[in-house]
């Protein structure tokens, strides 16, 4: 069946340093790839989005590139702040029939240093 | 715009007592509805979902049930808690048809003791 695979936490960086948290998934289809954050305490909310191949999603200065060739979706960020520290999962959603649900990575979480 | 409660916030259970979270959804019709669970530290597990009332589909088989009585309701439930019950519940929703994007609610953090 469909995965998805993250690289494991925590990460813990500097103010301002640049981020990179590893995505890469298996699925039969075409799926759409998302990454989600939850800050502490919360829901997940949806970060940014891509819905095929080469796609770039971006938000907030964070970006991810739809990788078909690698099967990656790796979360990118150049200079990281204090109030980004959460926990960033990537999921893809599922085109079995009609349920669309997500499948999710096990998140990683990052803290962000002064 | 649309937006997604859930209730309680915070529960501490003790085993064998039954459960009812609930969670509504403002501003859209006929969604598709999810529970998920996220146990300390792990990722998200999909124990539910439903695309229009009284249709559910189970996700696992365990000892937790879901109801849609109305078309923006969606209900989980016990009738006896385990101690494995413990975790953070999560609904979701989205958009009929073709669309990927699920939003999600604020959460329940339940504890069974």
């Known amino acids: 069946g469909d995965s998805v695979t993250q690289m494991e936490g925590p990460v813990t960086l500097s103010e301002e340093a640049f981020l990179t948290i590893n995505c890469t998934y298996t699925?039969?289809?075409?799926?759409?790839l998302f990454w989600y954050v939850q800050y502490p305490g919360e829901g997940l909310q949806l970060l940014l989005k891509?819905?095929?191949?080469?796609d770039k999603g971006s938000n907030k200065g964070f970006e991810a590139t739809y990788r078909k060739e690698t099967t990656s979706f790796h979360l990118e960020k150049g200079s990281v702040q204090v109030s980004d520290s959460a926990v960033y999962f990537c999921?893809?959603?599922?085109?079995?029939?009609?349920?669309?649900?997500?499948?999710f990575g096990s998140g990683t979480r990052l803290q962000v240093q002064p | 715009s649309q937006t997604i409660h859930q209730w309680p916030a915070t529960l501490v259970q003790p085993v064998g007592s039954p459960l009812s979270l609930e969670c509504t959804v403002e501003g859209t019709s006929n969604p598709n509805l999810y529970w998920y669970r996220q146990a300390a530290g792990r990722g998200l597990q999909l124990l539910f979902y439903?695309?229009?009332?009284?249709?559910i589909s189970s996700e696992v088989p365990q000892n937790l049930s879901a109801s849609r009585p109305q078309d923006r309701q969606f209900i989980l439930s016990s009738k006896k808690l385990l101690l494995s019950d413990s975790g953070f519940y999560l609904c979701a929703w989205k958009m009929g048809g073709s669309t990927d994007t699920q939003y999600f609610g604020p959460g329940t953090r339940l504890t069974v003791l």
């Open positions: 699925a039969t289809g075409y799926p759409s």
């Open positions: 999921a893809l959603s599922d085109l079995n029939g009609g349920r669309r649900a997500l499948t």
């Open positions: 891509a819905t095929k191949a080469d």
């Open positions: 439903s695309i229009g009332i009284d249709q």
